[in-house]
Protein backbone atom coordinates (compact mmCIF):
# COMPACT_ATOMS: atom_id res chain seq x y z
CA UNK A 1 0.00 0.00 0.00
CA UNK A 2 3.07 2.65 0.75
CA UNK A 3 4.51 1.43 -2.12
CA UNK A 4 1.91 2.31 -4.42
CA UNK A 5 0.57 5.70 -2.59
CA UNK A 6 4.94 6.47 -3.19
CA UNK A 7 4.55 5.68 -6.67
CA UNK A 8 1.02 7.01 -7.21
CA UNK A 9 2.60 10.39 -5.76
CA UNK A 10 5.63 10.28 -8.03
CA UNK A 11 3.77 9.66 -11.04
CA UNK A 12 1.67 12.92 -10.25
CA UNK A 13 4.70 14.74 -9.62
CA UNK A 14 6.18 14.22 -12.93
CA UNK A 15 2.87 14.88 -14.51
CA UNK A 16 2.42 17.98 -12.95
CA UNK A 17 6.17 19.19 -13.62
CA UNK A 18 6.09 18.31 -16.93
CA UNK A 19 3.15 20.79 -17.79
CA UNK A 20 4.68 23.73 -16.44
CA UNK A 21 5.58 25.76 -18.92
CA UNK A 22 7.89 27.90 -16.96
CA UNK A 23 10.07 24.92 -15.23
CA UNK A 24 13.63 24.99 -16.75
CA UNK A 25 14.53 21.41 -18.06
CA UNK A 26 17.83 21.77 -15.61
CA UNK A 27 15.29 22.10 -12.74
CA UNK A 28 13.13 18.72 -14.47
CA UNK A 29 15.98 16.18 -14.45
CA UNK A 30 16.60 17.75 -10.65
CA UNK A 31 13.45 16.66 -9.85
CA UNK A 32 13.37 13.45 -11.80
CA UNK A 33 17.12 12.88 -10.03
CA UNK A 34 15.16 12.87 -6.48
CA UNK A 35 12.28 10.93 -7.51
CA UNK A 36 14.74 8.55 -8.63
CA UNK A 37 17.00 8.38 -6.09
CA UNK A 38 14.26 8.38 -3.47
CA UNK A 39 12.42 5.53 -5.09
CA UNK A 40 16.08 3.59 -5.42
CA UNK A 41 16.25 4.29 -1.51
CA UNK A 42 12.81 2.61 -0.58
CA UNK A 43 14.08 -0.54 -2.49
CA UNK A 44 17.13 -0.59 -0.94
CA UNK A 45 15.55 -0.20 2.62
CA UNK A 46 13.02 -2.52 1.98
CA UNK A 47 15.74 -5.45 0.42
CA UNK A 48 17.74 -4.81 3.78
CA UNK A 49 14.67 -5.13 5.82
CA UNK A 50 13.79 -8.53 4.08
CA UNK A 51 17.06 -9.70 4.66
CA UNK A 52 16.95 -8.90 8.17
CA UNK A 53 13.47 -10.48 8.97
CA UNK A 54 15.30 -13.41 7.28
CA UNK A 55 17.91 -13.71 9.13
CA UNK A 56 15.21 -13.59 12.35
CA UNK A 57 13.52 -16.34 10.99
CA UNK A 58 16.77 -18.39 10.50
CA UNK A 59 17.82 -17.46 14.36
CA UNK A 60 15.08 -18.30 15.85
CA UNK A 61 14.19 -21.61 13.79
CA UNK A 62 17.64 -22.73 14.60
CA UNK A 63 16.77 -21.87 17.95
CA UNK A 64 13.60 -23.22 18.38
CA UNK A 65 15.68 -26.74 17.10
CA UNK A 66 18.16 -26.21 19.45
CA UNK A 67 20.78 -26.01 16.54
CA UNK A 68 23.60 -24.05 16.99
CA UNK A 69 23.55 -20.51 15.56
CA UNK A 70 26.27 -19.77 13.06
Known amino acids: MLVFS ?3 IEKMTKDVI ?3 PWY ?3 GKKTINNLL ?3 KKGR ?3 KKMA ?3 YEKLKK ?3 DVRTNEPVS
Do not use: H, P, T
Open 18 to 20: EQL
Open 59 to 61: YYS
Open 36 to 38: SNF
Open 6 to 8: QDQ
Open 50 to 52: DDG
Open 24 to 26: SVE
Open 43 to 45: EDF
